[in-house]
């Protein structure tokens, strides 16, 4: 893994930024990082707040645990959220079902950063099977002390997807109309 985007400063350390509410969901595959996790952020000052599962179970379903986690970072405002799976496309996936939700799937510090920073996303997604568990705890941390940039044209860009999610309808732009049968004649 890189250190950061090229010419972008190493996202500092978790030990220096303030306290925060830090919602996780997993499931068999990734419940050893998640109770690593609990404790790394406990450690340095967090709240984490487990939604299991709490025992391993190979048979136990990812969304239980990760609907249960987004929905809390839904209401708990401010507070982040972390959900793990074998590979986390399927734990992305289900947090994102859930109404307010930005999940990213993190596989490199660069993907980790720019989650935060262009998509102001509240939930990462880690592959537990995908990294060790040193790999995992930095892309955790590098999305932790990232801040979002608030640049107009991400705000405008979230501003579309939520109002999509609410409407159903494309936002403006050549490629909507183009889908639409609308676009410039050939």
């Known amino acids: 893994m890189s250190s950061s985007a090229p010419g972008r400063p190493t996202p500092p350390s978790t030990d220096k930024i ?3 509410r ?5 499931d068999h ?5 998640k109770d690593h ?3 790394w952020l ?5 709240e984490p707040l ?37 590979s986390g496309n399927g734990e992305q996936i289900a947090a994102n079902k859930v109404e307010g939700i930005r999940a990213a799937l993190a596989w490199s510090e660069e993907t980790a950063e ?12 880690i592959g537990a099977r995908m990294h060790s568990v040193k790999e995992a705890t930095r892309l955790v941390e590098v999305f932790l002390v990232t801040d979002f940039t608030g640049e107009e ?18 936002p403006d732009g050549p490629a909507a109309s183009a889908v639409l049968g609308s676009g410039p004649p050939d």
Do not use: K
């Open 18 to 20: 303030g306290a925060m």
């Open 22 to 26: 830090v919602h996780l969901g997993t």
């Open 29 to 33: 595959a990734g419940l050893e990082l």
């Open 37 to 39: 996790l609990v404790e």
């Open 42 to 46: 406990r450690e340095r000052g967090h």
């Open 50 to 86: 487990d939604h299991g599962p709490y025992e391993f179970d190979a048979e136990d379903d990812y969304p239980v645990f990760c609907l249960q986690a987004a929905m809390a970072v839904v209401d708990d405002p401010g507070s982040l959220g972390i959900v793990i799976g074998g």
């Open 114 to 125: 720019f989650a935060r920073l262009h998509n102001n996303a509240n939930i990462v997604s």
């Open 153 to 170: 044209r991400h705000v405008r860009r979230i501003s579309m997807l939520r109002d999509f999610e609410e409407s159903g309808a494309l």
